[in-house]
């Protein structure tokens, strides 16, 4: 049975994981969320790994507060960069494959049309440069690795686009939500089937991925979908370009 490790467990992919992995009765999963293993502390990881003895790898650990991580740099690139660092080292002494999550905010969002994984990053806030310093110390220190960049998770669980529209809806009858920007907004149920199946398979063939569910939208175009599919039709989502973040956010986050 292969054994199957994934931190970060409490986040919104990896409750996702959580709710997917019992029916794959081939798997064993075992889920620590950050207070269980802490990717920035190396012996916490090297404690982890000795007694399990995992084939895979799922990190779901990350620094996600993408406006936060302009004011405080350094909590982003602990997490993104060197908590990856700390994982890919140990993973490649116990031959462990490292399966990593990573982002479309890797690139800048200046090309016309999608992304694909041929294309050279160039991440335009900390959040994202702090997930690509993450990817190239994987590619630096081990082989046994597979990137997956996805882009506008969401899901029931945790913060995410969807709970906060939903939540907004709420209280308010007009939503003023940005125009924009373009992606794929993604559903997290999606990328951990795929995830779970391909572990299942031993079906990841690449180094890189790009996983997305490919419908192209704005996040106005999102809400509008969300609240129609929700049938709130009391509730008016208008454009609202006008939201000043700390963060720069790539126009174009489609990635093929
Ligand atoms: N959400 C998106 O729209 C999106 C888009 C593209 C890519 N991604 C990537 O997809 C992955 C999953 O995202 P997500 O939406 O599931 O994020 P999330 O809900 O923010 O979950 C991240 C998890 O990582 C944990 N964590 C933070 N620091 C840690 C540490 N030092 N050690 C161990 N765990 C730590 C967090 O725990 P605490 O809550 O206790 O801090 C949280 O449970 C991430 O790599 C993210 O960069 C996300």
């Not at 992919?13 to 959580?18: A, N, S």
């Not at 990190?59 to 302009?70: D, G, K, R, S």
């Not at 940005?178 to 299942?200: C, D, R, V």
């Not at 709130?232 to 790539?250: E, Q």
């Amino acid at each position: 049975m292969k054994k199957v490790l994934v931190t970060g467990a409490n986040g919104q992919l990896g409750q996702c994981l959580q709710k997917i992995a019992p029916s794959y009765k081939e798997l064993n999963v075992i889920f620590k969320s950050s207070k269980e293993l802490d990717i920035t502390d190396i012996l916490g990881i090297e404690e982890a790994f000795v007694k399990g003895n995992f084939n895979y790898c799922i990190n779901c650990a990350a620094y996600t507060n993408v406006e936060q991580a302009e004011k405080t740099p350094d909590i982003a690139y602990k997490v993104n960069a060197e908590g990856v660092k700390n994982l890919a080292n140990v993973c490649k002494s116990y031959n462990t494959t490292l399966i990593h999550i990573s982002t479309d905010y890797v690139f800048d969002g200046e090309k016309d049309e999608p992304y694909t994984v041929k294309d050279v990053p160039n991440p335009i806030n900390e959040y994202g440069k702090s997930k690509l310093l993450g990817e190239k110390h994987i590619q630096e220190i081990m082989d046994n690795y597979c990137i997956i960049r996805t882009s506008w998770l969401y899901s029931e669980f945790g913060k995410n686009f969807y709970t906060t529209i939903l939540k907004k809806a709420k209280t308010d009858d007009i939503l003023r939500i940005s125009n924009t920007q373009l992606g794929y907004p993604t559903n997290a149920m999606n990328l951990g089937e795929f995830i779970i199946g391909e572990i299942k398979l031993n079906e990841f063939k690449y180094r890189v991925y790009h996983f997305t569910d490919k419908i192209e939208m704005t996040w106005y175009q999102f809400a509008v979908k969300i609240i129609n599919d929700k049938k709130l039709s009391n509730k008016v989502v208008i454009f609202d370009n006008n939201t000043a973040y700390l963060a720069s956010r790539p126009k174009n986050s489609r990635i093929n």
